[in-house]
């Protein structure tokens, strides 16, 4: 039996941001005919308003914002806003990232090597591994925008292109917190070192917590992609 092809509700269409059923048509005083909530939470453009990093380049405020309260943060911030500025925060916070990385990636291999590393080798290979996280994490957002956006279509939500790309943009700053847990465990374990090398008998406990971290940051990651995506896939503005 072949697949029937859902129909993708056009831009124009007034969407319930709480179900998605289509609201064209109705008065704006009544309710969702599907899930009983009022039409006006949903069809005001006043309840999506700029970020603060795009009001005032308050780079901080939009990053604890993001991050604290994502949930509320994606459902207020307008989806058809000015798309550059949210990817100018997303590279920013990207790059960070990448440095932030970079570096728990030059003080874990001082654990894999058994000792110290060279200060000049070190500075080089933490910048190799910065530009290559920061590439990859770029290439990963760019193939996961296309990919949501193509999985949405399939499915028959309105997830264009450029609501993905700003969804995302704003969602790098959830790899604040992933980075600096790495970065943290990294350096402590080789300051505990540096005060007592005894401290090396808690190897293998290191690396637990460090793997923990990996799954624990990749599920923190998916969560909060998932939260972004959810909030915009209804939005009307």
């Known amino acids: 039996m072949p697949r029937v092809v859902p129909n993708v ?6 969407l319930c941001e709480y179900c998605g059923y289509t609201l064209n048509g109705l008065p704006p005083g009544g309710n969702c005919p599907e899930c009983g909530t009022p039409i006006e939470s949903s069809t005001s ?3 999506r308003q700029p970020s603060a990093w795009e009001r005032d380049r308050a780079f901080f405020t939009t990053t604890a914002e993001a991050i604290f309260h994502p949930s509320r943060f994606f459902r207020e911030t307008i989806t058809r806003g000015n798309l550059p500025a949210a990817q100018r925060f997303g590279a920013i916070h990207t790059a960070i990232a990448a440095a932030l990385f970079a570096g728990a990636g030059i003080l874990h291999l001082c654990f894999e090597l058994g000792g110290a590393i060279a200060p000049l080798a070190a500075a080089i290979g933490w910048l190799g591994l910065a ?3 920061l590439t990859l994490l770029t290439m990963t957002t760019r193939i996961a925008a296309l990919l949501t956006t193509w999985e949405a279509t399939y499915r028959g939500y309105r997830l264009p292109l450029p609501v993905v790309q700003r969804a995302l943009a ?4 959830h790899y604040l917190p992933v980075a600096l ?5 990294t350096a402590g374990y080789q300051i505990a070192l540096a005060f007592n090398p ?3 008998i808690h190897g293998i406990a290191y690396l637990e917590v460090l793997s923990g971290e990996v799954v624990l940051g990749a599920i923190y990651l998916f969560n909060t992609y998932w939260i972004a995506m959810r909030k915009m896939m209804y939005a009307n503005y």
């Open 9 to 14: 509700p056009a831009e124009t269409d007034l």
């Open 45 to 47: 453009p006043d309840i």
């Open 131 to 133: 530009l290559a996280t």
């Open 170 to 173: 704003f969602h790098a700053a």
């Open 181 to 185: 847990a790495a970065l943290f465990t």
């Open 198 to 200: 005894n401290f090396a």
